[in-house]
C-alpha cells in the first residue's frame, strides 16, 4: 500500500510564498515521473508543474517564473514552492507520483492541501 500525504498549505497575502510538500511512504519499489495540480471552485482540475524521474520539469504557463517543483534526492518527497502568489492561485492542490509497488507502476494521488491567497 502507498500512500501521498501532502502538507504546507494555508492562508497567505497576495505577493506571499507557501512550499508545499508531498511525502510518500508504503510500499515503494521505484519512482517515476510526478506533477502538482490544483482545482478551484467550480472549476476543472488543471495540471501546475511535472518532474520526471530524471529531473526534468514542465510549468503551466500561468505558473512559469513564480513556481518550482523539485524533489529529494530519494524522490520520495516532492516540492511545489509558490512565490508571488496571487489569488488566482487560490485552489485545492492536489500531488501525483507513478510509483512501482510489487509489480507495475500505478499512479498515486494525495488526498489535496488548501492554499488561499487573499488579503
Known amino acids: 500500500q502507498v500512500q501521498l500525504v501532502e502538507s504546507g498549505g494555508g492562508l497567505v497575502q497576495p505577493g506571499g510564498s507557501l512550499k508545499l510538500s508531498c511525502a510518500a511512504s508504503?510500499?515503494?519499489?521505484?519512482?517515476?515521473?510526478g506533477g502538482w495540480y490544483r482545482q478551484a471552485p467550480g472549476k476543472q482540475r488543471d495540471l501546475v508543474a511535472t518532474?520526471?524521474?530524471?529531473?526534468?520539469?514542465n510549468y503551466a504557463d500561468s505558473v512559469k517564473g513564480r513556481f518550482t517543483i523539485s524533489r529529494d534526492n530519494a524522490k520520495t518527497t516532492m516540492y511545489l514552492q509558490m512565490n508571488s502568489l496571487k489569488p488566482e492561485d487560490t485552489a485545492v492542490y492536489y500531488c501525483?507520483?507513478?510509483?512501482?509497488?510489487?509489480?507495475?507502476?500505478?499512479?498515486?494521488w494525495g488526498q489535496g492541501t488548501q492554499v488561499t491567497v487573499s488579503s
Open positions: 508504503g510500499r515503494i519499489g521505484s519512482i517515476g515521473g
Open positions: 518532474i520526471t524521474s530524471g529531473g526534468n520539469t
Open positions: 501525483t507520483q507513478r510509483i512501482r509497488s510489487g509489480t507495475y507502476f500505478s499512479d498515486y
